[in-house]
């Protein structure tokens, strides 16, 4: 069998041709064929999500993922994916809960919304009761061999969780803090994160996880550290608008902040990136996307004020300086027309053996020593 | 005491200190802002500007431990706000807005000072562990990340911290030149005219 190493350069290998699952599914189809490893079933419940991670899936090939589905993996329930609908396919999830526990890996997607005990997100029917997504994965999820969290919104809460956060949602880790998420974040998740990520559980188990959980096979470096641009970075020549073809550093990358390997592993089969054709990486890998990554096209986000304003920080940057000068000019001319800065400047520039006081002259503005006559 | 001699205000600790902070604050903040938000017209090397930012934040960092250093020594709290500075503010303020003609009575600073001083200290501590933070990111101090509440927001406090900066410097700047010039030359030579 394919070792833990040769796995690992694999998932190099093939973000820099492109090619990864096809790179590893030869041995892990021969592993399975000897007996090596067995198929590990696949639970995939999908709280508050647009599919996008599903759809994302979809993109893999060769082998499509529908091969991955029944030869590779042994994939069991998915809303998305599966042939069977109803309570026949219920029960599928029902059955390998209640049959293989601690067996079956848990793949979250969507955020878990939270307002009203998460009756704003049901995913299932028992004996006439509608079942939230809160309860469903907290439940399956203590009786996972792994759950993985794919996705941003399963991950750390993505855009459902964005301010002002409506449905209280959250992340998979926050509702199953005894237990470790391995999160697979993206929005969506490259579909060799993913599988890149069941692969390893699958054959070596946990993989090394970063500070937040994330795999670092995939997370484990800064976009801007690997990326195509950073020449120009480094020189300091950057595009002033969208569509240029140099650094997108100042239209609001967030390459520097983002941990990913899409530089190099690109996307739509190896075919382009974001920064690939010239629009801003939006970070979001990143815990706290999209707020702290918004506006998109901007360095930082904006401050919000009491009252439902934001101002960008180059504006607060610009008001406080502006403020400043502008008090700094007033306090001068009236320090000019009181006469004050005169009365300073003679009092403390005068040749006297120690510091003279000043009287005022008659005339207006003008000041004189008093020793002297 | 002899009417006729000169105090000394500023020892050398403190004149070094000044200067090599000032010049660091005004490095510091000036690579920030490029780093910010790098002007166009410029175009600096940009690896470059950030050995800079990262040098003389270092050096700030040292010609502040050497001012609070030589601050336990001599025991000094001239720059450290009392429970009475609050009074004295208003004191202070009413004379920079030309309420009274002269400074409440104080010591070696004024209310205003002590506030300003003393606040530097703190905002520079706070950049400079998100400065450092960021520098390693996600490697160390992974703690400061997760209390601020991500890269993004780090990036925020350290450019308003630069923003505070620029602008209480300017106001520094102003005063310094325009209240008391003898005051100016203390920082050095080190002395400064007696009062009568
Ligand atoms: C008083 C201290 C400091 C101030 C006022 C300051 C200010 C700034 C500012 C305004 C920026 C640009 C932020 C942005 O808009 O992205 C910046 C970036 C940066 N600073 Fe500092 N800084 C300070 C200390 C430090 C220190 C001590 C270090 C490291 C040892 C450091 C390392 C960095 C790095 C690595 C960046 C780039 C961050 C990024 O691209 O996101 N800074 N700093
Ligand atoms: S385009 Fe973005 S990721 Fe690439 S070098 Fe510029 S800032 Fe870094």
New binding site residues.
């Given amino acids: 069998m394919l070792s833990r190493r040769e796995f690992l350069g694999l998932v190099f290998k093939g973000a820099v041709l492109g090619n990864f699952i096809n790179l590893v599914a030869p041995p892990i189809h021969q592993a399975l064929a000897q007996g090596e490893v067995k198929k590990i079933p696949v639970l995939m419940i999908e709280t508050g999500t647009c599919t996008g991670d599903s759809i994302s899936l979809d993109n893999i090939w060769p082998p499509t993922f529908g091969n991955i589905l029944t030869n590779l993996l042994d994939w069991r329930y998915d809303w998305t994916m599966m042939q069977s609908q109803g309570s026949q396919a219920y029960q599928v999830l029902l059955d390998t809960y209640t049959k293989n526990p601690y067996d079956y890996i848990l793949i979250v997607q969507g955020t878990i919304v939270h307002r009203d005990e998460g009756n704003y997100n049901h995913v299932g029917l028992e004996d006439g009761r509608l079942v939230t997504g809160l309860e469903l994965v907290r439940r399956l999820g203590l009786k996972a061999k792994y759950v993985v969290a794919i996705g941003s919104c399963a991950t750390f809460g993505g855009p459902p969780a964005g301010y002002p956060n409506p449905t209280q949602s959250t992340g998979v880790q926050k509702i199953l803090p005894e237990r470790r998420v391995i999160n697979v974040s993206g929005c969506p998740a490259h579909p060799d994160w993913t599988m890149g990520t069941l692969f390893h559980l699958a054959l070596y188990g946990e993989p090394e996880l970063d500070k937040f959980g994330r795999p670092k096979m995939f997370y484990g470096e800064t976009i801007h550290n690997n990326c195509e641009r950073r020449r120009y970075y480094d020189q300091g020549i950057f595009a002033t608008d969208i569509g240029q073809k140099e650094c997108l550093y100042r239209v609001g990358c967030k390459g520097?902040?983002t941990y990913a390997d899409c530089p190099i592993r690109a996307w739509n089969d190896h075919i382009n990136w974001p920064v690939g054709c010239n629009s801003p990486c939006i970070g979001c890998t990143e815990p706290g996307y999209p707020d702290i990554m918004e506006p998109f096209t901007a360095?930082?986000p904006d401050i919000p004020f009491p009252g439902g304003t934001k101002i960008t920080t180059n504006n607060i940057g610009f008001g406080v300086l502006g403020v400043t000068s502008a008090a700094i000019t007033g306090h001068m001319a009236a320090s000019l027309y009181k006469g004050r800065l005169h009365k300073n400047l003679i009092k403390s520039t005068a040749k006297a053996k120690h510091r003279p006081s000043v009287m005022k002259a008659k005339e207006f503005h003008t000041y004189r020593l008093k020793h002297r006559k | 005491m002899d009417k006729n001699k000169v105090t000394p205000t500023q020892p050398l600790v403190v004149r070094i200190f000044h200067w090599g902070f000032a010049l660091s604050m005004v490095m510091?903040?000036l690579t920030?802002?490029e780093?910010?938000s790098p002007f166009t017209f410029l175009a600096f090397n940009y690896g470059n500007v950030?050995v800079v930012?990262?040098t003389f934040?270092?050096l700030?960092?040292g010609f502040v431990s050497l001012r609070i250093v030589d601050a336990f020594i001599r025991k000094d709290t001239s720059f450290i706000p009392k429970l009475s500075d609050f009074r004295g503010f208003v004191g202070v303020l009413a004379y920079y807005l030309f309420l009274r003609d002269s400074l409440p009575p104080g010591e070696k600073y004024n209310s205003g000072q002590k506030f300003i001083f003393f606040s530097w200290f703190i905002v520079?501590a706070v950049?400079?562990l998100l400065?450092?933070a960021?520098?390693f990111m996600g490697e160390y101090l992974v703690w400061v990340w997760r209390l601020v509440g991500g890269?993004q927001i780090v990036?925020t406090v350290?450019?308003l911290?630069?923003v505070y900066?620029s602008a209480t410097i300017l106001v520094h700047i102003y005063l310094s030149f325009t209240e008391d010039l003898s005051r100016l030359q203390a920082m050095i030579t080190g002395y400064e005219r007696q009062e009568p």
């Fill in positions: 520097p902040v360095h930082l | 510091i903040v920030g802002f780093l910010h950030f930012h990262m934040a270092w700030a960092l520079f950049a400079t400065g450092i960021t520098y890269w990036r350290k450019f911290a630069a900066f």
